[in-house]
């Protein structure tokens, strides 16, 4: 199955709230992946690092999550590495 991201739900702490095409609310964290790239400063991951421009995530025609910068990430893996919201009840 190929995955992608309907809506945003939410986004902080590199961590952004998805429902995905199989009606599953996931959460992605983003964290190991913008430190990693934040201390070899590549100059464009490592732009995630401020939390004001990490909440600046949009959703593009893909369904995928992307910034201004041109940042992207497969929804595919982000499915896989993300992990089902718990829902109280």
Not at 3 to 12: A, D, E, T
Not at 44 to 62: E, W
């Amino acid at each position: 199955m190929l995955y992608y991201i309907k809506q945003i739900l939410s986004s902080g702490d590199y961590k952004v709230t998805c429902l995905f095409n199989t009606d599953e609310v996931r959460v992605v964290d983003l964290k190991d992946i913008v430190e990693k790239y934040g201390k070899i400063n590549d100059g464009l991951i490592s732009q995630l690092t401020d939390l004001d421009y990490f909440k600046s995530v949009q959703l593009d025609s893909y369904g995928t999550l992307t910034w201004e910068n041109g940042v992207d990430f497969d929804p595919d893996n982000l499915y896989r590495m993300s992990k089902p919201q718990i829902v109280s009840k």
